[in-house]
T-cell receptor
Framework: EDQVTQSPEALRLQEGESSSLNCSYT??????LFWYRQDPGKGPEFLFT???AGEEKEKERLKATLTKKESFLHITAPKPEDSATYLC????????????FGGGTRLMVKP | KAGVTQTPRYLIKTRGQQVTLSCSPI?????VSWYQQTPGQGLQFLFE???????NKGNFPGRFSGRQFSNSRSEMNVSTLELGDSALYLC?????????????FGSGTQLSVL
């Protein structure tokens, strides 16, 4: 069974304090690993897709990396507007387009 | 370009009733997926439709069903509601259904079962 575990569940940072969120996964034939951001009262918003170990993608203050067992979302010098829940999801080779999501990391950035 | 639109935004039902939720995908998108989000279980896949055909189904009881119309709009139905069905139901669309395409989510329908 495909599983995705995210840690920590919640993270409080001061503005400018860099950190990383972790996504550990076990999946039968990884086709893609996805990062989403979800704000309260809204649906998830796509951030990145990673396909193979060693791949990295960046967008503003966010950088996602992938290994064979986990992915990290690095947040550099975060701002209060980066506060949100960050979700990780995997797409398995035998599961069509279904995504299996982790429980998310709730990030709070204080000014 | 309008995003994924879900109606209604909020819904309150009682146990035993049934409910129908509606989703209009982004114009031109042909694939629609449904997910259930709860604090305890997180986001869980319900089903995916492409060109009016169900392609995938998650591990939910038969009380959960869906359909897609020729204009790609989709509905999901939950019959004989239970308290545990209280959740945020999210609809997502992608252009042609290819696995490497971005999935765009709506803001969801918050269902409360009393």
């Amino acid at each position: 069974e495909d599983q995705v575990t995210q840690s920590p569940e919640a993270l409080r940072l001061q503005e400018g304090e860099s950190s990383s969120l972790n996504c550990s996964y076990t999946v039968s034939g990884l086709r893609g690993l996805f990062w989403y951001r979800q704000d309260p009262g809204k649906g998830p918003e796509f951030l990145f897709t990673l396909y193979s170990a060693g791949e990295e993608k960046e967008k503003e203050r966010l950088k996602a990396t992938l290994t064979k067992k986990e992915s990290f979302l690095h947040i550099t010098a975060p701002k209060p507007e980066d506060s949100a829940t960050y979700l990780c999801a995997v797409q398995a080779g035998n599961a069509g387009n279904m995504l299996t999501f982790g429980g998310g990391t709730r990030l709070m950035v204080k000014p | 370009k309008a995003g994924v639109t879900q109606t209604p935004r909020y819904l309150i039902k009682t146990r035993g009733q049934q409910v129908t939720l509606s989703c209009s995908p982004i114009s031109g998108h042909r694939s629609v997926s449904w997910y259930q989000q709860t604090p305890g279980q997180g986001l869980q896949f319900l089903f995916e439709y492409f060109s009016e055909t169900q392609r995938n189904k998650g591990n939910f009881p038969g009380r959960f069903s869906g359909r897609q119309f020729s204009n790609s709009r989709s509905e999901m139905n939950v019959s004989t509601l239970e308290l545990g069905d209280s959740a945020l139901y999210l609809c997502a669309s992608r252009l042609s259904g290819a696995s490497n395409e971005k999935l765009f989510f709506g803001s969801g329908t918050q269902l409360s079962v009393l």
